[in-house]
């Protein structure tokens, strides 16, 4: 059942654990993270970058997949359809095409532009029932050639995007985007609680959800964090599951080359990373 993720959010903020944003990049993706939220009773959100839906064919298309996949598998289960890091006009032309929800990133402009164009969209999507995330310091990593260094956000900041009136907020406390490289330094728990203080009951979302320790997660969770973003993780499950199968020579099996038979183990190993966010995180059983 596609629909805004306000309420899944605000639930999960009370319930003290988060929903999961698993980034869609093909049908595979959609339809293994989709089973696997109706399999677990979880609510799950379905992240789509702005380069992915290209990649897709377009927003257009990757709207009426989802839609149409929700509805033939049968899933009863809450599903978001989010635009992730989106720009000005990405957010428009994913509200005209009636995505559930979006991400305005605005964090590497400065404080008054993301300001002015949070408010706007903020508008926008809440005409249309759609939900709304905005961001207030840059994610570290590269996102669709994003590079983002980690910084942690302005509590102060912080506020004043939340007041604008958005539905969930994403603030940087020194995570990254991508696989974490050995000398990082972890999250700053003392930056996200500044925020927590600071923007009340309004619920936050931690980028770059791949390779945070479990201890970590649960902290955040503890402490606002209600949405976690995962696609590094399935990237490199998928990849994995794939090159064995290519490497143990099954492709030359038969009719193993048929790219339903090549895909599946990769499709297999998305639902199993899948699950097991889904548990780590709290949201299984919550639908």
């Known amino acids: 059942m596609l629909v805004n993720a306000t309420k899944m959010l605000k639930d999960a903020l009370k319930g003290h654990y988060a929903v999961p944003q698993i980034n869609i990049n093909n049908l595979e993706w959609t339809k293994a993270a989709l089973l696997t939220a109706e399999e677990e009773k979880s609510p799950i959100i379905l992240g789509v970058s702005e380069g992915a839906g290209k990649y897709m064919g377009g927003f257009k298309t990757v709207r009426e997949m989802v839609f149409s996949l929700d509805e033939s598998l049968n899933i009863k289960v809450p599903v978001a359809l989010h635009l992730d890091h989106g720009t000005f006009e990405g957010c428009k032309k994913c509200v005209e095409v009636g995505f559930t929800s979006i991400m305005y990133d605005g ?57 604008l009136g958005i539905d969930f907020l994403a603030a940087g406390i020194g995570n990254i985007h991508g696989v974490y490289p050995p000398n990082w330094q972890g999250l700053s728990f003392d930056t996200l609680e500044e925020i927590k203080n600071k923007v009340g009951d309004m619920p936050l979302v931690l980028h770059g959800g791949t390779g945070i320790s479990k201890d970590m997660i649960k902290k955040a969770i503890d402490l606002g964090v209600a949405k976690i973003n995962v696609n590094t993780e399935c990237q490199i499950a998928f990849a994995k599951a794939t090159r064995k199968y290519i490497e143990d020579k099954k492709d030359l099996e038969g009719k193993g080359f048929d790219p339903r038979k090549l895909l599946l183990p990769g499709f297999e190993a998305i639902k199993s990373t899948v699950k097991e966010k889904m548990e780590l995180f709290g949201s299984n059983g919550k639908a």
């Open 107 to 163: 964090s590497h402009s400065d404080i008054t532009e993301n300001i002015e164009n949070t408010k706007l969209l903020t508008e926008l999507a809440h005409s249309k029932n759609m939900s709304i995330e905005a961001e207030v310091g840059a994610i570290g990593g590269e996102e669709d050639g994003v590079i983002g260094k980690g910084e942690c956000a302005d509590p102060n900041e912080c506020k004043m995007i939340a007041d």
